[in-house]
Protein backbone atom coordinates (compact mmCIF):
# COMPACT_ATOMS: atom_id res chain seq x y z
CA UNK A 1 0.00 0.00 0.00
CA UNK A 2 1.33 3.06 -0.68
CA UNK A 3 0.02 5.78 2.66
CA UNK A 4 0.39 8.56 1.07
CA UNK A 5 -1.86 7.75 -1.75
CA UNK A 6 -4.07 6.02 1.00
CA UNK A 7 -4.51 8.77 3.28
CA UNK A 8 -5.23 11.28 0.25
CA UNK A 9 -7.67 8.65 -1.09
CA UNK A 10 -10.79 9.66 0.76
CA UNK A 11 -11.26 10.87 4.53
CA UNK A 12 -13.24 8.15 6.38
CA UNK A 13 -13.30 5.68 9.21
CA UNK A 14 -13.47 2.99 6.95
CA UNK A 15 -10.15 4.24 5.11
CA UNK A 16 -8.19 5.00 8.23
CA UNK A 17 -9.37 1.94 9.37
CA UNK A 18 -7.57 0.20 6.25
CA UNK A 19 -4.37 2.10 7.14
CA UNK A 20 -4.46 1.04 10.58
CA UNK A 21 -4.91 -2.94 9.63
CA UNK A 22 -1.89 -2.26 6.99
CA UNK A 23 0.32 -0.84 9.41
CA UNK A 24 -0.52 -3.34 12.26
CA UNK A 25 2.28 -3.57 14.38
CA UNK A 26 5.29 -3.27 11.92
CA UNK A 27 7.73 -0.47 13.22
CA UNK A 28 8.41 0.29 9.06
CA UNK A 29 5.33 0.71 8.30
CA UNK A 30 4.35 3.18 11.56
CA UNK A 31 7.94 5.01 10.83
CA UNK A 32 6.25 5.90 7.12
CA UNK A 33 2.89 6.87 8.67
CA UNK A 34 4.66 8.89 11.24
CA UNK A 35 7.20 10.67 8.42
CA UNK A 36 3.77 11.81 6.62
CA UNK A 37 2.33 13.21 9.44
CA UNK A 38 5.53 14.89 11.01
CA UNK A 39 6.61 15.88 7.48
CA UNK A 40 3.65 16.34 5.05
CA UNK A 41 1.53 19.49 3.87
CA UNK A 42 -0.60 20.43 5.84
CA UNK A 43 -3.70 18.06 4.10
CA UNK A 44 -1.29 14.87 4.76
CA UNK A 45 -1.01 16.14 8.36
CA UNK A 46 -4.31 16.08 9.17
CA UNK A 47 -5.19 12.83 7.46
CA UNK A 48 -2.46 10.46 8.33
CA UNK A 49 -2.94 12.27 12.03
CA UNK A 50 -6.68 9.98 12.81
CA UNK A 51 -4.79 6.24 11.21
CA UNK A 52 -1.48 7.80 13.60
CA UNK A 53 -3.48 7.19 16.52
CA UNK A 54 -5.49 4.24 16.05
CA UNK A 55 -1.97 2.36 15.25
CA UNK A 56 -0.66 4.25 18.53
CA UNK A 57 -3.44 3.02 20.83
CA UNK A 58 -3.29 -0.22 19.63
CA UNK A 59 0.77 -0.51 19.74
CA UNK A 60 1.79 2.29 21.84
CA UNK A 61 5.34 1.23 21.99
CA UNK A 62 5.51 2.27 18.37
CA UNK A 63 5.10 5.64 19.34
CA UNK A 64 7.62 5.92 21.87
CA UNK A 65 11.03 7.09 20.03
CA UNK A 66 8.68 9.86 18.41
CA UNK A 67 7.00 11.31 21.21
CA UNK A 68 9.99 14.49 21.21
CA UNK A 69 8.80 15.20 17.83
CA UNK A 70 5.53 14.97 18.41
CA UNK A 71 5.66 17.21 21.48
CA UNK A 72 7.32 19.84 19.36
CA UNK A 73 4.55 19.36 16.99
CA UNK A 74 1.75 19.69 19.83
CA UNK A 75 3.43 23.32 21.12
CA UNK A 76 3.02 25.29 17.48
CA UNK A 77 0.42 27.27 17.11
CA UNK A 78 -0.21 26.68 13.22
CA UNK A 79 -0.89 23.78 12.93
CA UNK A 80 -4.37 22.03 12.28
CA UNK A 81 -6.98 20.93 14.92
CA UNK A 82 -6.93 17.69 14.05
CA UNK A 83 -3.12 17.62 14.38
CA UNK A 84 -3.79 18.70 18.11
CA UNK A 85 -6.69 16.38 18.78
CA UNK A 86 -4.88 13.53 17.06
CA UNK A 87 -1.46 13.38 18.66
CA UNK A 88 -3.26 14.66 22.42
CA UNK A 89 -5.50 11.05 21.84
CA UNK A 90 -2.48 9.10 21.46
CA UNK A 91 -0.57 10.17 24.16
CA UNK A 92 -3.64 9.24 26.33
CA UNK A 93 -2.39 5.55 25.68
CA UNK A 94 1.49 5.95 25.92
CA UNK A 95 3.56 5.87 28.44
CA UNK A 96 5.53 8.71 28.81
CA UNK A 97 9.19 8.42 29.49
CA UNK A 98 10.17 11.04 32.84
CA UNK A 99 11.64 13.28 30.57
CA UNK A 100 8.58 14.30 28.93
CA UNK A 101 6.45 14.05 32.06
CA UNK A 102 6.64 17.93 32.75
CA UNK A 103 6.41 18.94 29.40
CA UNK A 104 3.52 16.84 28.79
CA UNK A 105 1.69 18.68 31.98
CA UNK A 106 2.18 21.96 31.10
CA UNK A 107 0.78 21.51 27.53
CA UNK A 108 -2.58 19.46 29.04
CA UNK A 109 -3.33 21.93 31.94
CA UNK A 110 -2.95 24.85 29.01
CA UNK A 111 -5.44 22.78 26.90
CA UNK A 112 -8.16 22.45 29.44
CA UNK A 113 -8.01 25.54 31.16
CA UNK A 114 -8.26 27.63 27.34
CA UNK A 115 -12.05 27.99 27.12
CA UNK A 116 -11.01 27.97 23.09
CA UNK A 117 -9.78 24.61 22.81
CA UNK A 118 -11.81 21.71 21.34
CA UNK A 119 -13.53 19.71 23.97
CA UNK A 120 -11.86 16.28 22.50
CA UNK A 121 -8.36 18.05 23.57
CA UNK A 122 -9.68 19.03 26.60
CA UNK A 123 -11.16 15.55 27.49
CA UNK A 124 -8.09 13.75 25.92
CA UNK A 125 -5.57 16.02 28.05
CA UNK A 126 -7.51 15.49 31.26
CA UNK A 127 -7.35 11.90 30.69
CA UNK A 128 -3.57 12.20 30.36
CA UNK A 129 -3.25 14.01 33.32
CA UNK A 130 -4.97 11.64 35.42
CA UNK A 131 -2.31 9.28 34.64
CA UNK A 132 0.13 11.58 35.68
CA UNK A 133 -1.11 12.49 38.61
CA UNK A 134 -0.51 8.71 39.78
CA UNK A 135 3.12 9.46 39.61
CA UNK A 136 2.62 13.10 40.47
CA UNK A 137 0.09 13.21 43.02
CA UNK A 138 1.44 17.46 43.85
CA UNK A 139 -0.75 18.34 40.35
CA UNK A 140 -4.14 16.99 41.59
CA UNK A 141 -4.82 20.17 43.28
CA UNK A 142 -4.33 21.97 40.24
CA UNK A 143 -6.27 19.81 38.05
CA UNK A 144 -9.61 19.53 40.33
CA UNK A 145 -9.21 23.50 40.67
CA UNK A 146 -9.40 23.55 37.01
CA UNK A 147 -11.77 21.07 36.53
CA UNK A 148 -14.12 22.98 39.23
CA UNK A 149 -13.06 26.61 37.33
CA UNK A 150 -14.31 25.80 33.98
CA UNK A 151 -17.17 23.44 35.07
CA UNK A 152 -19.73 25.34 33.98
CA UNK A 153 -18.42 26.11 30.70
CA UNK A 154 -17.50 22.81 29.53
CA UNK A 155 -19.07 20.32 27.38
CA UNK A 156 -20.58 16.74 28.31
CA UNK A 157 -17.15 15.00 26.78
CA UNK A 158 -15.46 17.09 29.73
CA UNK A 159 -17.67 16.49 32.40
CA UNK A 160 -17.92 12.87 31.33
CA UNK A 161 -13.56 12.42 32.03
CA UNK A 162 -13.49 15.28 35.03
CA UNK A 163 -15.94 13.57 36.95
CA UNK A 164 -14.52 10.39 37.22
CA UNK A 165 -11.12 12.30 37.84
CA UNK A 166 -12.99 14.19 40.88
CA UNK A 167 -14.19 11.22 42.13
CA UNK A 168 -10.97 8.92 41.91
CA UNK A 169 -9.21 12.45 44.16
CA UNK A 170 -12.38 12.75 46.50
Not at 118 to 123: M, P, R, T
Not at 137 to 164: M, N, V, Y
Request: hydrophobic residues 40%; positive net charge; aromatic residues 8%.
Amino acid sequence: MDLKSAILEKHSKEQTDKIVRYVGHDKTRFNALMKIFLEGDKLLQQRAGWPLSYCAQAHPALAQPHLGKLLKLLERKDVHNAVTRNIVRLLQDVTIPPRYQGQVMNICFDFIADPQQLAAVKAFSLTILEHLADSYPDIIPELKLIIEERWPQETPAFHSRARKILKKYK
